[in-house]
């Protein structure tokens, strides 16, 4: 913000805003969709669409659509933001907001191309309106060096890193240790372990040296270094690690983090727990997965899918038919049917019978 602008006061909700935000922290998904939609229908004819109110109730729904598993109808509902008044000061700042949730659309949907060029669309955006160096086109800097990676663009995703490390270098607090981790989640994704020990363990010795604390950095840190541990099939000294993180993260953290590093550590160990702690660990993460995602993520769908293998290992095979069914029907909202995953769980149901 420039010395020449006002600070904006933050607007007094109605009751119907209160509502719905009860609602969302109650986590009743359903119910503040339904109060939010009809929030729309009600009062756009009387204010126009593009009142400040009812365009933040727009990206609202479509992060709540989005939520419960409705990918298509959260895109419809975001599509008309883009015929906003080219003179409407908010127009760039709701375009990102609804490219940001259209490319986490198209990534879940595996449309990589897609999410790719919104992502870098908003970053033009924000470099052209809050300059090259900020907190926001670092975090738009990271998505997209996640879908590329995810794309399995290794090459691109790390001139990304690259570019956005010159760019952060000294600045925007933490951005540049931020980087070069993702230049070693990179290097691990593509099985080059030695560069990716290098450049994880470099960005641990600098944060140690300046503090002692478990921070976000040092969380992430030795998260990659526990997965790197445990590729190269040194299984005790990644769940070490994978400990160590559950320890710092358990006063709380970033949320997809606690879920990453949880889930992480429990494919570890589960094989050592009882069948009924097994199942009752998955259960809980799958509890967790919902919480953060949404109860209709594809994430979700890979957690009930563990439960089901588990249910199946243990021979309680309605229960892994009911996992498995519940997987696919999370899957198919969000892929084509042809999807590999899908064809996989079909074919471990038919077996089941």
Not at 23 to 45: C, F, R, S, T
Not at 278 to 303: D, H, K
Request: proline fraction near 5%; include cysteine; charged fraction near 25%.
């Amino acid at each position: 913000m420039s010395d020449q602008e006002t600070p904006k006061t933050e607007p007094v909700l109605t009751e119907r805003q209160q509502r719905i935000t009860k609602l969302l922290e109650e986590g009743k998904l359903e119910d503040a969709h339904n109060e939010l939609v009809a929030m729309i229908v009600d009062e756009e004819p009387v204010e126009g669409m593009y009142h400040e109110r009812l365009v933040s109730a727009r990206l609202l729904l479509g992060r709540v659509t989005l939520l419960l598993g409705e990918p298509q109808r959260a895109e419809q509902v975001l599509a008309p933001l883009q015929g906003m008044p080219e003179d409407d000061p908010a127009r760039p700042a709701v375009h990102i907001n609804a490219r940001n949730l259209v490319a986490t659309v198209c990534r879940y949907q595996g449309r990589m191309e897609e999410a790719f060029g919104l992502l870098g669309a908003n970053l033009d955006l924000i470099d052209q309106l809050q300059g090259p160096v900020n907190p926001d086109s670092f975090r738009c800097i990271m998505q997209m060096i996640d879908v590329a990676r995810d794309a399995q663009q290794y090459q691109q995703a790390m001139e990304l890193c690259g570019k956005g490390i010159e760019r952060f270098q000294g600045k925007v607090g933490e951005a540049h240790a931020h980087l070069i981790l993702q230049a070693g989640s990179i290097f691990l994704a593509g099985e080059q372990y030695p560069e990716a020990r290098q450049h994880i363990e470099n960005v641990l010795e600098q944060v140690r040296e300046q503090t002692q604390e478990t921070n976000e950095l040092v969380i992430r840190g030795e998260h990659l270094l526990a997965q790197l541990e445990r590729d190269e099939d040194n299984e005790e000294k990644a769940r070490e690690l994978w400990e160590r993180c559950l320890q710092g993260l358990s006063k709380g953290g970033d949320p997809e983090t606690i879920v990453d590093v949880q889930q992480q550590h429990l494919l570890l160990v589960i094989e050592k727990m009882s069948d009924d702690e097994a199942l009752q660990a998955l259960t809980n993460l799958c509890n967790l997965i919902a919480q953060v995602f949404g109860p209709r993520s594809p994430r979700l769908a890979e957690g009930i899918s563990l439960l089901g293998y588990h249910f199946r290992k243990q021979g309680k095979l309605a229960d892994a038919k009911a996992a498995y069914t519940d997987a696919v029907a999370i899957l198919r909202s969000w892929r084509p049917a042809e999807d590999p995953k899908i064809a996989i769980l079909e074919g471990i149901l038919a077996e089941i019978g």
